[in-house]
């Protein structure tokens, strides 16, 4: 995309937004796309109804983003009103605050869990030991997908995440298997329903109400993945922010108090998101002063907007003092992420589980030998040692 974003990306966002804070680039597919940078063109694009999601509004040829099969791609991401009005009521019931809320005890208690596993270990890579399997056990519960296929589901979505170009044929093979797991726990979850958030999603399709078949599959591949890839990374990128910056780390054992406010800090410091999902311009649209075509694909910088020292001072100093609200991390307007309360929940519990359980956390190796995926879409670390 552009030379710089992944060796040093927030540098590179830092230069954009001085230059051109509106720029042609070529998308992680090499198809043509323009890149917003500043947070108030960021945020006001992001509420723009000039600016679609779906893929009919894109110029024919110029979008060649990855092909799912429209059981899975008929989900929220890829809809406008009044489909996305409708799935998004539905959903959004499981994710208020007052039932997120009742997952707190169970995300403490596998929290403790993972942790109990390695304490006496030492150390650990916190990746693999802790921030991947935290959110999987997690989504799975809510879901109701029996434990056995926790397994297979965390290397389908790293196939898709960071694509191995030496295994092309990978990420089809996970799509392919992705598509006929989640048929057949619909179908399974229509013959047996549990307490669980798919069971409640197919009665109200059965019932008549405003399900597809495709809708449904969709929906449960959106919530899966986007519950399980978005909280391994905020998880891994918080821990080592904290690790880098010893005197916040210091003032957050000092006063625990300050743990949600310092999460709001996290996710506008290193969020996870780098960019928001591609928008197609409907009709001609003028993005900080830059007309962008009809038809032409638009990429917003959730991450270069959360380093805006014009919205948030000093945007490359982690503060758990800062007032961080209004960061996009998460989105902004009809698309903002539907599972929001959850991913502050799940981070919330995980820092805060680690910091009482291990006092004398540290980095295992130097943070320049630290590696992060291979991805232009989503920044998340590939391994996290510590040392207890």
Request: aromatic share 6%; proline share 7%.
């Amino acid at each position: 995309m552009i030379d710089g974003l992944m060796t040093d990306p927030y540098g590179t966002y830092a230069r954009l937004r001085e230059s051109t804070p509106v720029r042609r680039v070529s998308g992680p597919d090499g198809s043509p796309a323009w890149l917003v940078t500043r947070y108030d063109d960021v945020r006001a694009a992001l509420a723009d109804e000039r600016l679609s999601v779906h893929k009919k509004h894109a110029l024919p040829g110029s979008y060649r983003g990855f092909s799912l099969p429209p059981a899975l791609d008929a989900n929220m991401l890829n809809m406008d009103p009044p489909d996305h009005t409708r799935i998004r009521r539905l959903v959004v019931k499981a994710f208020t605050g007052r039932r997120v809320e009742k997952l707190r005890a169970p995300v403490r208690h596998t929290a403790d869990r993972l942790l109990d596993a390695v304490e006496s270990d030492g150390r650990a890579d916190l990746v693999a030991a802790y921030a991947e399997p935290l959110p999987i056990i997690t989504i799975c519960d809510l879901l109701g997908v029996p434990a056995t296929h926790r397994r297979d589901f965390t290397d389908w979505t790293d196939a898709l995440i960071a694509p191995d170009p030496a295994r092309p044929q990978r990420a089809k093979e996970a799509v392919v298997a992705m598509l006929g797991f989640y048929t057949g726990l619909v179908a399974d979850k229509r013959k047996a329903p549990g307490d669980d958030l798919l069971s409640d999603l197919i009665a109200a399709r059965d019932e008549g109400d405003r399900l597809g078949e495709d809708e449904l599959t969709s929906l449960a591949f959106l919530l899966h993945f986007a519950g399980y890839e978005n909280a391994v990374q905020l998880i891994g990128n918080s821990v080592l922010a904290l690790l880098t910056h010893p005197d916040q780390l210091a003032a957050l054992r000092a006063d625990p108090a300050r743990l949600a406010g310092a999460v709001e800090e996290f996710m506008r410091y290193d969020t996870s998101a780098v960019f928001s999902i591609r928008r197609f311009a409907r009709e001609d649209v003028t993005i900080g002063g830059v007309t962008v075509s009809a038809g032409e694909t638009v990429f917003l910088g959730l991450g270069s907007a959360g380093r805006d020292p014009a919205r948030f001072p000093d945007p490359d100093r982690l503060d758990i003092t800062r007032d961080a609200g209004g960061h996009l991390a998460l989105g902004h307007g009809i698309h903002r992420c539907v599972g929001a309360p959850l991913a502050r929940l799940e981070l919330t519990v995980a820092v805060g589980a680690l910091l009482e359980r291990f006092p004398r956390l540290a980095l295992g190796v130097p943070e320049q030998e630290l590696r992060w995926r291979p991805s232009m879409r989503s920044r998340g670390l590939l391994a996290l040692p510590v040392v207890f």
